[in-house]
């Protein structure tokens, strides 16, 4: 009777889908590159808004002078935390390329240079 309850409690917790919001990790200015990451637990789904994900990684690259940021590859996943053979935390990172030059950047170089 207890494989019972906790194979149905695996499969409700499962079926969870938790929307993160990924935060800023390892970026590069000079490479033009945004990473942002968050963290899963075991029998977790996690769901990231696109558009926010993306709204980030561009006001960082805004900030280096870039204009836009762009998806690079796939996201990259990672075992933080591991018991035996089991991940108890994934770690995902998301990167993103840094593209085209705005004022700014011609601004800020300017301005130190006097």
Known sequence: MKTVYLLLVAALLSG???N???QP???SEVAGVV???FDIAPLQRAKVDTWVAQSAASHQCQ?????????????VRTCSLTSGALCLNQTVTLEY???GLGMEKY????????
């Open 63 to 75: 900030q280096w002078g870039y204009t836009s940021a762009f998806p690079y590859g796939e996201p």
């Open 97 to 99: 390329q840094c593209r």
């Open 16 to 18: 969870c889908t938790i």
């Open 107 to 114: 601004l800020r170089d300017e301005i130190t240079v006097q």
């Open 25 to 27: 990790v390892k970026s």
């Open 35 to 37: 990473r942002l990451g």
């Open 20 to 22: 993160k919001t990924p």
